[in-house]
């Protein structure tokens, strides 16, 4: 009986093997030539005509269905820009709703000729160098974040961290990769803030509002983020500039480092809130009236600091390199040495003891802060030193620093996301609603003097 069950089994595989031969002969039969298709016409050969040698064989044995070649009239496109799907006045719409300079967003904007440092000065084995370090870091810090993810530690620093690779990094490659993090992580962080009464803590505000000014470019949707953004900060504006901000207004020159450190940021945010979204996040105080007072900050130098570990040196270097940042959009636009003479004093005066303590976080920023008035290995000696510095300081998983005794997860990518940022070359855009915020206060301070 199971040898009879057999030979029916064996009987149904042939018959189904034959049956499959037959379909596919058949097919192959009755296909239509790919040249044919595409209204190729092979020439004809007098094979009685030709030697041996000239003569050619078909490709195939298989009848081939002639299709009739039907001509097609060019359909006439509006110009496009380059490497991109949307015309130059969609373009144009999309930067005036968005209340930005009229130019392509995305990773295949050519960046300017004064794309910088590296180009001025034949040092292309240095930049290589740099490139490879960057991306090593950017790739370590990408996957950082998803294993020790966390909204809390993480947050909007992370979305921070990609974004600016994204916006001006002259790598191609550098800008796309980021972008595509940054995209991944701020949908995520949109949907964060949304969450019942998280917008109601100040701190939240502030970084959802943040987040808001990084949308168009990543190309997301603001909505429904805005609209409830935009109550939050409304009701809380009218509890008092003091709620806002949390300290007194008034006494910003008697201000502790991280207080000033604080309201800087978060004037700085709502600045550029208002300036990207009119008509809403209108606080009253701008950064016309804290950059005075930053100017003023009394900076303690590495030699006359006597705290354990240097800790007040290393917050007020901290809060000078974010003035810096603060006043050139987190290195987006060009800056003068005359926007922040008394934290670039103080930079360049502790160079070098930043160096001495191997802090890579340090010397990370002040080598960022350092090209963003222009400077760089070819006519910089302290650019050059920190530049060598970081490349020799990587470890060899692609991060910086002795991130694994951090419990903070923003502590521990803190090392590399310094030293990416101080390595990375970069370009600036020009005439942007911010730049020309910026720039009538900063005129006005420096005649204030």
Same mark, same amino acid.
């Given at each position: 009986m199971r040898r009879k069950e057999q030979q029916i089994a064996l009987f149904k595989i042939g018959f189904l093997t034959c049956f499959a031969m037959v379909c596919g002969w058949l097919f192959i039969q009755t296909?239509?030539?790919?040249?044919?298709?595409?209204?190729?016409?092979?020439?004809?050969?007098?094979?009685?005509?030709?030697?041996?040698?000239?003569?050619?064989?078909?490709?195939?044995?298989?009848?081939?269905?002639?299709?009739?070649?039907?001509?097609?009239? &060019?359909?006439?496109?509006?110009?496009?820009?380059? #490497?991109?799907?949307?015309?130059?006045?969609?373009?144009?719409?999309?930067?005036?709703?968005?209340?930005?300079?009229?130019?392509?967003?995305?990773?295949?904007?050519?960046?300017?000729?004064?794309?910088?440092?590296?180009?001025?000065?034949?040092?292309?084995?240095?930049?290589?160098?740099?490139?490879?370090?960057?991306?090593?870091?950017?790739?370590?810090?990408?996957?950082?974040?998803?294993?020790?993810?966390?909204?809390?530690?993480?947050?909007?620093?992370?979305?921070?961290?990609?974004?600016?690779?994204?916006?001006?990094?002259?790598?191609?490659y550098i800008r796309s990769y980021s972008l595509k993090v940054a995209q991944r992580l701020a949908s995520r962080m949109k949907g964060f803030y949304l969450l019942p009464k998280k917008l109601d803590n100040v701190g939240e505000l502030f970084d959802a509002m943040d987040l808001l000014t990084m949308l168009p470019?990543?190309?997301?949707?603001?909505?429904?983020?805005?609209?409830?953004?935009?109550?939050?900060?409304?009701?809380?504006?009218?509890?008092?500039?003091?709620?806002?901000?949390?300290?007194?207004?008034?006494?910003?020159?008697?201000l502790n480092n991280d207080d000033t450190f604080d309201v800087m940021i978060n004037i700085y945010i709502s600045d550029k809130a208002a300036l990207m979204y009119p008509g809403a996040?209108?606080?009253?105080?701008?950064?016309?009236?804290?950059?005075?007072?930053?100017?003023?900050? &009394? /900076?303690?130098?590495?030699?006359?600091? #006597?705290?354990?570990?240097?800790?007040?040196?290393?917050?007020?270097?901290?809060?000078?390199?974010?003035?810096?940042?603060?006043?050139?959009?987190?290195?987006?636009?060009?800056?003068?040495?005359?926007?922040?003479?008394?934290? /670039?004093?103080?930079?360049?005066?502790?160079?070098?003891?930043?160096?001495?303590m191997k802090d890579d976080e340090l010397v990370g920023e002040f080598v960022d802060v350092f090209r963003g008035v222009g400077l760089h290995e070819g006519n910089d000696a302290m650019v050059k030193q920190g530049t060598h510095f970081l490349l020799k300081s990587q470890n060899k998983d692609g991060s910086w620093g002795d991130w694994k005794k951090e419990k903070d997860a923003y502590d521990a990518i803190h090392y590399t996301w310094c030293a990416v940022h101080g390595l990375r070359e970069r370009f600036v855009y020009k005439n942007t609603l911010f730049e020309k915020h910026i720039r009538p206060i900063l005129k006005r301070i420096n005649k204030s003097k």
């Open positions: 296909e239509p030539s790919k040249e044919e298709d595409l209204g190729i016409q092979r020439p004809k050969v007098n094979f009685a005509k030709t030697k041996s040698s000239e003569r050619t064989r078909p490709r195939t044995r298989r009848k081939v269905r002639s299709v009739p070649k039907v001509a097609r009239k &060019p359909k006439k496109r509006k110009p496009t820009s380059r #490497k991109s799907g949307r015309s130059e006045a969609e373009w144009a719409a999309l930067a005036k709703r968005w209340r930005t300079p009229v130019q392509e967003p995305g990773v295949n904007r050519k960046p300017p000729p004064h794309c910088t440092d590296s180009v001025k000065h034949p040092v292309t084995s240095l930049r290589y160098k740099r490139d490879q370090a960057i991306i090593r870091g950017m790739k370590w810090m990408d996957a950082f974040a998803e294993r020790r993810w966390s909204f809390s530690s993480l947050g909007i620093d992370s979305v921070y961290i990609f974004i600016e690779l994204a916006e001006n990094s002259c790598n191609p470019f990543l190309k997301i949707s603001p909505q429904p983020l805005l609209t409830e953004t935009a109550k939050a900060f409304e009701r809380t504006r009218k509890k008092g500039l003091e709620k806002l901000y949390g300290v007194d207004m008034n006494a910003l020159t008697s996040f209108r606080s009253g105080v701008s950064l016309e009236k804290m950059l005075p007072v930053l100017r003023q900050y &009394p /900076y303690v130098y590495y030699k006359k600091d #006597k705290s354990k570990n240097r800790k007040v040196f290393s917050d007020d270097a901290f809060l000078a390199t974010h003035v810096a940042f603060v006043v050139n959009n987190y290195s987006r636009l060009s800056m003068r040495i005359a926007d922040i003479p008394k934290a /670039y004093k103080f930079l360049r005066d502790n160079f070098a003891h930043t160096l001495k």
